[in-house]
C-alpha cells in the first residue's frame, strides 16, 4: 500500500518535466568526480552489469553507461521519459524485479533521503549486487543544501542526511564500507550555470560539499 509520503513524492517526481539533460556540461561537472572517486575503490569486471536505481531523468545513468551496460530503474514515469538511455524500467526501488547477485554493481543517488524505509532499500540493492554498492546522497551541512531541505517539502528529509548518518544506514543494511567522503559543490539542476561553473574544479573531500558519496561491499 502507498504511504501518504511516498505518494506526496511520487506526486512530485511526475511533476518534473524542466530538468536539464545529463549532457549539460554542469550535470557532467556533478556526475563524473563521483564516478571517478567511486573507481578508485574498486575495478569493474569486463562488460559489467550495473543497476542506477532511482535514476530519474539520468543524471548518473548516462555516465554509468561508459561503464557497462547499465540499466535505469525509476517508480515514476514521468522521469523516465526524460531519461535518453535505452535500458529503463519503472519499478520500486523495495522490490526490485531482478534475480540475486544479477549485477556488478548496485548504484543509487539522491534516492533515499526521499524514502519511508532507506535501510530496505540498501537491502535489495545489496540482495541483486554480486558485491558492490555505491549510494550518493545530500550533505546537509552544505548551505545550497541545506536551504533546499528548508524551503522544499519533498526534500525535508535531505536535513537528516550526513555522511555519519549515511554510514549508518548502510552498516544497519549489513554492508562492509570501504569509502566515505564528502565532496563536490555542483548541485545539477537549479544551481545558477555562472555558480556552476565558478565552483564546479573544486570536488576534493570538503565537510561543505554538497553530496556524500560512500562506496559498500557485501561482507566477504
Not at 56 to 68: A, D, H, I, P, S
Not at 106 to 131: G, K, T
Amino acid at each position: 500500500m502507498t504511504t501518504e509520503h511516498t505518494q506526496q513524492q511520487l506526486d512530485y517526481w511526475q511533476a518534473q518535466h524542466k530538468r536539464r539533460h545529463p549532457a549539460d556540461p554542469i550535470i557532467a561537472a556533478f556526475a563524473r568526480p563521483k564516478l571517478d572517486f567511486m573507481l578508485n575503490y574498486f575495478n569493474l569486471p569486463p562488460a559489467p552489469l550495473i543497476l542506477d536505481v532511482g535514476c530519474g531523468n539520468g543524471y548518473f545513468t548516462y555516465y554509468l553507461q561508459e561503464l557497462g551496460q547499465t540499466i535505469g530503474l525509476d517508480y515514476a514515469a514521468a522521469m523516465l521519459a526524460q531519461n535518453p538511455v535505452e535500458r529503463l524500467l519503472q519499478a520500486s526501488a523495495l522490490n526490485l524485479p531482478y534475480q540475486d547477485t544479477l549485477f556488478d554493481l548496485s548504484f543509487c543517488s539522491n534516492l533515499l533521503h526521499h524514502m519511508d524505509n532507506p535501510v530496505a532499500a540498501i537491502r535489495e540493492m545489496s540482495r541483486v549486487s554480486r558485491r558492490y554498492i555505491v549510494i550518493s546522497e545530500p550533505n546537509r551541512n552544505n548551505p545550497a543544501i541545506l536551504a533546499l531541505g528548508l524551503a522544499k517539502p519533498a526534500e525535508r528529509d535531505s536535513l537528516r542526511f550526513s555522511a555519519a548518518y549515511l554510514q549508518q544506514l548502510v552498516e544497519q543494511a549489513g554492508l562492509q564500507i570501504l569509502a566515505c567522503e564528502t565532496m563536490g559543490f555542483v548541485t545539477p539542476n537549479r544551481m545558477p550555470r555562472p555558480i556552476a561553473n565558478l565552483v564546479s574544479p573544486f570536488n576534493q573531500p570538503n565537510p561543505l560539499g554538497a553530496y556524500t558519496v560512500l562506496i559498500a561491499q557485501k561482507p566477504q
